[in-house]
């Protein structure tokens, strides 16, 4: 396999066939190339909408790879996402965008470059990798070649269906690694160096291949940003999808549910997510408690065990892990409210969302400096700590001696007040001034913490050492970006409260 270039286009053969992207350059002169929706699986339409994904057929000639590709995600993003995520209409939704600074000009002429792989975040029911902020521009200046990957969402990814397999978004994540794997020596990357990297439900997804014995040989290290836990038991699975077919009148099979259109299945998803009722404490309780209800599912096939289960028994323990969150991540949810919660007790809230007795006496007394920021900002930090800053410590003890390094993104966002969701995300692929960044970092967001973060990210891809000390339970070193950055004994201290109760 290898490359043609002209001035502005350049050809790449895969072994489905060839493909054609564009040279591009930054503002500094730094050129790569970007091929964009190339096609890994066949459209998942028809008889293959619930089946596990077909890897494409060859196809004839040059085709163009010019223009993102067709997502799974078919509404608008503005209501689920900080992050600019647009959708494009088409069925031939399971597909690739590559970005690399080398493309091979003949066989066996590759650069070898060390690879990253993302995959988006959106609760596992949207997102999207046509996102500015996902171009791999600023890696490829750094000499990493990127791939960005769509995969099937909502109850088409992860719904039980009584005839289907499991897990269809997946097996998605395991065909796109088999392609990157085959192919990516053509675009300059090195197959034997690939790092899987993902934010929110994509944190939760590279964590889930972490733990997943079959998708072992397919990369060497995990970068997980904000990732969240989302392991669904199949009872859970299987009873969700029962109530989605029963109000829509249909089978839990695949006939039955290939009867409804896409839009039918997501307005009934919604439904049936939004709960029966209650208050909204209530239902932040439930999604504390119960977690994501679309999401990877222990199947006891493809998905053994539970991923921290899979983690605590050695699976994945070979492979580096760079992992941490936000100082506050949901505390966004709660920020509108904060008016309406300034005379209620901190002590109280917590209560109503379900921690009590000691462990939040000793949650409490652990986070003196968030109670100064009001009732709002301790239950915004609860829900971060409970959904993903937790998470992140019970990982990390659970890898043992495995190569983990810990971190926490703590810089304030001058527009929101607190370091949220997604705000460290243009700070790891180093992209200011991209699109809808000034909204949730403000007009001049520090670029030397971005210069940082993405440093961090790789050194890490490329060399295996992010540039802080490890994490072990004896020695629990934790970087901390902000401005400036420091490396902290135990940077979360905080949360621990929540892992003893």
Same mark, same amino acid.
């Given at each position: 396999?290898?490359?043609?270039?002209?001035?502005?286009?350049?050809?790449?053969?895969?072994?489905?066939?060839?493909?054609?992207?564009?040279?591009?350059?930054?503002?500094?002169?730094?050129?790569?190339?970007?091929?964009?929706? =190339?096609?890994?699986?066949?459209?998942?339409?028809?008889?293959?909408?619930?089946?596990?994904?077909?890897?494409? !057929?060859?196809?004839?000639?040059?085709?163009?790879?010019?223009?993102?590709?067709?997502?799974?995600?078919?509404?608008?993003?503005?209501?689920?996402?900080? =992050?600019?995520?647009?959708?494009?209409?088409?069925?031939?939704?399971?597909?690739?965008?590559?970005?690399?600074?080398?493309?091979?000009?003949?066989?066996?002429?590759?650069?070898?470059?060390?690879?990253?792989?993302? =995959?988006? %975040?959106?609760?596992?029911?949207?997102?999207?990798?046509?996102?500015?902020?996902?171009?791999?521009?600023?890696?490829?200046?750094?000499?990493?070649?990127?791939?960005?990957?769509?995969?099937?969402?909502?109850?088409?990814?992860?719904?039980?269906?009584?005839?289907?397999?499991?897990?269809?978004?997946?097996?998605?994540?395991?065909?796109?690694?088999?392609?990157?794997?085959?192919?990516?020596?053509?675009?300059?990357?090195?197959?034997?160096?690939?790092?899987?990297?993902?934010?929110?439900?994509?944190?939760?997804?590279?964590?889930?291949?972490?733990?997943?014995?079959?998708?072992?040989?397919?990369?060497?290290?995990?970068?997980?940003?904000?990732?969240?836990?989302?392991?669904?038991?199949?009872?859970?699975?299987?009873?969700?999808?029962?109530?989605?077919?029963?109000?829509?009148?249909?089978?839990?099979?695949?006939?039955?549910?290939?009867?409804?259109?896409?839009?039918?299945?997501?307005?009934?998803?919604?439904?049936?997510?939004?709960?029966?009722?209650?208050?909204?404490?209530?239902?932040?309780?439930?999604?504390?408690?119960?977690?994501?209800?679309?999401?990877?599912?222990?199947?006891?096939?493809?998905?053994?065990?539970?991923?921290?289960?899979?983690?605590?028994?050695?699976?994945?323990?070979?492979?580096?892990?760079?992992? %941490?969150?936000?100082?506050?991540?949901?505390?966004?949810?709660?920020?509108?409210?904060?008016?309406?919660?300034?005379?209620?007790?901190?002590?109280?809230?917590? %209560?109503?969302?379900?921690? !009590?007795?000691?462990?939040?006496?000793?949650?409490?007394?652990?986070?003196?400096?968030?109670?100064?920021?009001?009732?709002?900002?301790?239950?915004?930090?609860?829900?971060?700590?409970?959904?993903?800053?937790?998470?992140?410590?019970?990982?990390?003890?659970?890898?043992?001696?495995?190569?983990?390094?810990?971190?926490?993104?703590?810089?304030?966002?001058?527009?929101?007040?607190?370091?949220?969701?997604?705000?460290?995300?243009?700070?790891?692929?180093?992209?200011?001034?991209?699109?809808?960044?000034?909204?949730?970092?403000?007009?001049?967001?520090?670029?030397?913490?971005?210069?940082?973060?993405?440093?961090?990210?790789?050194?890490?891809?490329?060399?295996?050492?992010?540039?802080?000390?490890?994490?072990?339970?004896?020695?629990?070193?934790?970087?901390?970006?902000?401005?400036?950055?420091?490396?902290?004994?135990?940077?979360?201290?905080?949360?621990?409260?929540?892992?003893?109760?």
């Amino acid at each position: 396999m290898h490359a043609h270039a002209t001035d502005t286009l350049v050809e790449v053969d895969t072994l489905a066939g060839r493909v054609r992207g564009r040279w591009r350059a930054d503002a500094a002169g730094n050129r790569s190339a970007a091929f964009l929706g =190339i096609p890994f699986a066949e459209p998942p339409v028809g008889e293959l909408r619930f089946a596990a994904p077909v890897p494409h !057929r060859p196809w004839e000639g040059v085709r163009d790879a010019l223009e993102y590709g067709a997502t799974p995600q078919r509404g608008p993003d503005d209501d689920t996402t900080l =992050i600019p995520e647009p959708s494009v209409p088409g069925e031939s939704t399971l597909n690739v965008n590559v970005f690399t600074p080398a493309p091979a000009t003949e066989p066996g002429t590759g650069a070898a470059l060390p690879v990253l792989v993302y =995959i988006h %975040g959106g609760g596992y029911v949207s997102g999207s990798p046509a996102s500015p902020w996902y171009d791999g521009a600023a890696f490829n200046r750094d000499g990493v070649v990127t791939v960005s990957v769509s995969y099937r969402l909502g109850f088409d990814g992860f719904g039980w269906i009584a005839d289907a397999p499991l897990n269809r978004g997946v097996l998605d994540w395991i065909l796109a690694l088999e392609w990157v794997r085959d192919n990516i020596a053509a675009f300059g990357g090195d197959p034997a160096r690939v790092t899987i990297a993902g934010q929110s439900a994509g944190g939760g997804a590279v964590l889930t291949l972490l733990g997943t014995p079959r998708a072992q040989p397919l990369f060497d290290a995990v970068y997980c940003i904000s990732g969240v836990s989302t392991d669904v038991t199949r009872d859970r699975a299987e009873e969700f999808a029962r109530r989605l077919a029963g109000r829509a009148g249909v089978e839990p099979t695949r006939a039955g549910f290939g009867s409804l259109d896409e839009r039918r299945v997501l307005e009934l998803q919604r439904e049936l997510a939004a709960g029966d009722g209650g208050s909204p404490l209530d239902g932040l309780r439930r999604f504390v408690d119960d977690g994501l209800t679309l999401a990877p599912v222990t199947d006891g096939e493809l998905l053994p065990t539970c991923t921290l289960d899979a983690i605590r028994s050695g699976v994945g323990a070979d492979k580096r892990l760079v992992l %941490g969150a936000t100082d506050d991540e949901f505390s966004m949810i709660l920020d509108g409210a904060k008016g309406k919660l300034r005379f209620v007790p901190a002590s109280f809230l917590l %209560g109503r969302l379900g921690l !009590r007795g000691r462990t939040r006496s000793a949650y409490l007394a652990a986070n003196r400096d968030v109670r100064r920021r009001g009732t709002a900002a301790v239950a915004g930090r609860y829900l971060t700590d409970r959904l993903f800053r937790t998470l992140a410590v019970r990982v990390a003890s659970a890898r043992g001696s495995a190569p983990t390094w810990l971190y926490r993104f703590s810089w304030v966002s001058p527009t929101r007040g607190f370091a949220l969701h997604c705000l460290d995300v243009p700070f790891f692929f180093d992209c200011l001034g991209a699109e809808r960044v000034a909204v949730i970092a403000g007009d001049a967001p520090p670029q030397a913490l971005a210069d940082e973060v993405h440093a961090g990210a790789v050194g890490f891809i490329a060399t295996g050492d992010p540039g802080w000390p490890r994490y072990t339970d004896a020695a629990r070193a934790t970087r901390v970006y902000d401005t400036p950055s420091s490396v902290a004994d135990d940077g979360f201290a905080a949360v621990r409260p929540l892992l003893a109760g």
